[in-house]
């Protein structure tokens, strides 16, 4: 059985994406590594070749983490979910890296990515 559903997947796929974006372009000259999930289930995930620094690599292993194990279904929006899931330095973190990825976006006019998860 597979550890994650297509939804799962999509999701964790934007979330590599948002998280890219945000180190790329606030940690410049910072060491990078490429990213890889240490969880369960490494080897469905197609992420893209990323390279993240530490922060950013803990960061998003996290957030992969917590959507894997999400027990809500159909997932509601971070924000508006009861069981606020994520230690709260990566939420703070999170929504750091969401907003300004998300503005990035938008700016670059790449409406199509524009991503509801923590919106
Ligand atoms: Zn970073």
């Known amino acids: 059985m597979p550890v994650f559903e297509p939804k799962v997947k999509s999701d964790i796929d934007m979330l590599a994406k948002f998280v890219h974006?945000?180190?790329?372009e606030n940690h410049r000259g910072r060491e990078k590594i490429q990213f890889y999930y240490k969880?369960?289930?490494?080897?469905?995930?197609?992420?893209?070749h990323i390279m993240l620094c530490e922060g950013c690599?803990?960061?998003?292993?996290?957030?992969?983490?917590?959507?894997?194990m999400c027990p809500m279904d159909p997932k509601?929006?971070?924000?508006?979910?009861?069981?606020?899931?994520?230690?709260?330095l990566y939420r703070t973190k999170i929504r750091e890296v969401m907003k300004f990825s998300g503005i990035y976006l938008v700016k670059r006019g790449r409406l199509d990515m524009l991503y509801h998860y923590f919106a």
């Not at 974006?21 to 790329?24: K, L, M, Q």
């Not at 690599?57 to 894997?68: D, P, S, T, V």
Request: glycine share 8%; charged share 25%.
């Open 21 to 24: 974006i945000y180190c790329r």
């Open 39 to 48: 969880g369960k289930g490494r080897d469905e995930l197609n992420l893209p």
């Open 57 to 68: 690599f803990k960061l998003l292993n996290h957030g992969i983490a917590k959507r894997a």
């Open 76 to 88: 509601p929006m971070c924000k508006k979910c009861p069981n606020h899931c994520y230690h709260p």
